[in-house]
């Protein structure tokens, strides 16, 4: 973990960057470097047309518990955290018992 996370004072974290100017200059030489890159083209006429349906109830109910879940990726253990996570998890239960045969 970094220095920061660990409790560590921001200037003495600092200090690991080495002299402010250099590192500016350095950033800046990089930043404003030209990159050799290559550019690739994809003919239109290749692209297959995107398949565009309607959601069952199911998957849509699917669909908002995945756009719900946003930052929850860590699993909680203890306190305000885990209560949500509770609460959350049952609504998302509750909607799928109501789609039994939509798999």
């Avoid at 946003?70 to 109501?98: H, I, M, N, T, Y």
């Amino acid at each position: 973990r970094g220095a920061i996370a660990k409790g560590t004072p921001a200037a003495e974290a600092a200090t690991v960057f080495g002299d402010p100017d250099v590192l500016a200059k350095e950033l800046r030489g990089y930043f404003f470097a030209r990159k050799s890159a290559e550019r690739m083209t994809y003919p239109a006429e290749r692209a297959e047309t995107p398949i565009v349906r309607r959601l069952s109830q199911g998957e849509a109910a699917f669909v908002k518990g995945r756009l719900e879940l946003g930052s929850r990726v860590e699993a909680a253990s203890a306190g305000p955290a885990l209560a949500q996570r509770e609460a959350w998890l049952k609504r998302l239960r509750a909607d799928a018992a109501k789609f039994p045969t939509d798999q």
